[in-house]
């Protein structure tokens, strides 16, 4: 009698989810060739390497890319070792970035996952994630291109383009909201943004700078998460501030945040003065729309030129009539800086940017030309009448271009930590 041969047993289901595959819209012409470079090193070499995140995003939308970074299975020592222009870096995780010339890189990262309760408890037990706390801690671990694409913060955020095949790879719907043109999280909006309360000012710059419309759902837990922003690293928060303001759009975010309620948890000053709606409130509206008007011309401001825009309402407000100006003026800016870990050398600008302003709209120039942050002051000073729809005085567009900022820099000796220790 012969045995029948055990039949082997069928394979194990892949868990992998299958992804959608679009053909691209892309022309080849638009992405960075030294990104396509870095793919086609990496795919020769058998490791899978697509384009993601904005890159992606800004080519199937239309906008013009910013940067391009890949995501690959190749290991960062495994990238080092095929790139000679390559620096591993990154402690907590580590990345390759890939030098170009004039300064360019092209950022390589390994596909990672977010780590699950067994990664957590295997990497430090004593910091363990317990259930009410979502914030992510704890250092992502390599994973697979779908576990790669569901970490990402928004569906169109987590599109994977394989720029040979010239596809869309897409694991998490986000297709459907590039050409809805939507931002949706991925996953839960609730649970995404307590993880990381930074992507509700993600939401908003994309939505402002993209012309995109918010998901209901995702802009409700906007708001009902908008308080754990108070909970995210400062430093971080100053950053978001600062990228809503340089993105071309500053007008449309400050709104929407302030809309949202998000501006109330970050800038209360602010948001209370627009709040009150004193008559000089709304000029906030007209200095955010010079500021976009200067980035469309390509003459962005310095960011403390920007901040000194942002928050001249507020400081007037409380200056003017104020018993004592500067220690008005110091009680106010402490507050913001304390809100987001504003540097003191920023500060200190803002406030000299603010008083040189407030005396060019006194009209008197004294001796302000020949003080190197003259164009600085001069520039805030026309974000000011363009608010107020004040003529612009002659010397504002006859001073010659960077007259003031060429002058050589009095270079500020760094202080010794140890004086006398010679
Ligand atoms: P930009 O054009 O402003 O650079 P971006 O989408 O490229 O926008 P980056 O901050 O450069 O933003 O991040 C690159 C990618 O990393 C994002 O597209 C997204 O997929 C992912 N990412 C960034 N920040 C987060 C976050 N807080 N949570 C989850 N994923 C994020
Ligand atoms: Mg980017």
Avoid at 86 to 102: E, M, N, S, T, Y
Avoid at 237 to 249: K, M, P, Q, S, V
Avoid at 255 to 269: D, I, R, Y
Avoid at 344 to 369: D, F, H, I, Q, Y
Wanted: charged letters at 35%.
């Amino acid at each position: 009698m012969t045995r029948m041969e055990p039949a082997t047993p069928p394979p194990e289901p892949p868990n992998t989810p299958e992804p959608e595959v679009y053909d691209a819209e892309v022309r080849p012409d638009d992405v960075d060739p030294d990104a396509l470079k870095v793919i086609r090193r990496l795919r020769r070499n058998k490791h899978h390497a697509y384009l993601v995140g904005g890159g992606v995003r800004d080519l199937l939308l239309g906008a013009k890319p910013k940067d391009f970074d890949i995501a690959t299975s190749a290991r960062p020592n495994e990238v080092r070792a095929l790139f000679r222009n390559c620096r591993v870096i990154g402690r907590r995780f580590r990345l390759a970035h890939i030098l170009f010339a004039g300064g360019k890189i092209i950022e390589t990262a390994t596909f990672r996952r977010d780590p699950t309760e067994e990664d957590i408890v295997e990497d430090d037990e004593s910091r363990r994630r317990d259930d009410v706390d979502l914030l992510i801690r704890h250092d992502n671990v390599f994973g697979e291109p779908w576990e790669d694409a569901m970490r990402r913060d928004f569906t169109i955020n987590g599109l994977f383009y394989d720029s040979e095949a010239n596809t869309v790879i897409d694991y998490v719907g986000g297709m459907r909201d590039i050409r809805g043109r939507v931002v949706r999280t991925i996953g839960q909006p609730d649970v995404r943004f307590r993880e990381d309360p930074v992507r509700i000012l993600r939401a908003i710059k994309f939505s402002a700078r993209l012309d995109l419309g918010i998901d209901p759902e995702v802009v409700e837990a906007m708001v009902a998460q908008r308080e754990e922003l108070a909970r995210a690293a400062r430093p971080r928060l100053l950053e978001e501030i600062l990228r809503l303001l340089r993105g071309g759009a500053a007008h449309r975010s400050f709104w929407l945040m302030w809309e949202l309620g998000a501006l109330g948890v970050l800038m209360p000053q602010l948001a209370m003065h627009l709040d009150d709606d004193p008559p000089e409130a709304r000029l906030l509206w007209g200095r955010l729309d010079a500021i976009d008007t200067l980035k469309r011309a390509g003459a962005l401001p310095t960011d403390a030129v920007m901040l000194a825009a942002l928050l001249l309402g507020p400081i007037e407000e409380a200056v003017d009539g104020a018993k004592d100006a500067t220690r008005a003026y110091e009680a106010l800016m402490q507050e913001v800086v304390d809100g987001l870990a504003v540097p003191r050398r920023l500060k200190e600008r803002v406030r000299t940017l603010v008083g040189a302003s407030r005396r060019m709209r006194g009209g008197k120039l004294g001796a302000l030309p020949r003080r190197e942050y003259f164009d600085e002051a001069a520039t805030l000073f026309g974000i000011e009448c363009h608010a107020r729809g004040e003529r612009r005085p002659d010397w504002l567009d006859d001073r010659p271009a960077g007259e003031a900022v060429a002058r050589p820099r009095t270079r500020t000796r760094r202080r010794r930590r140890h004086p006398g220790a010679e």
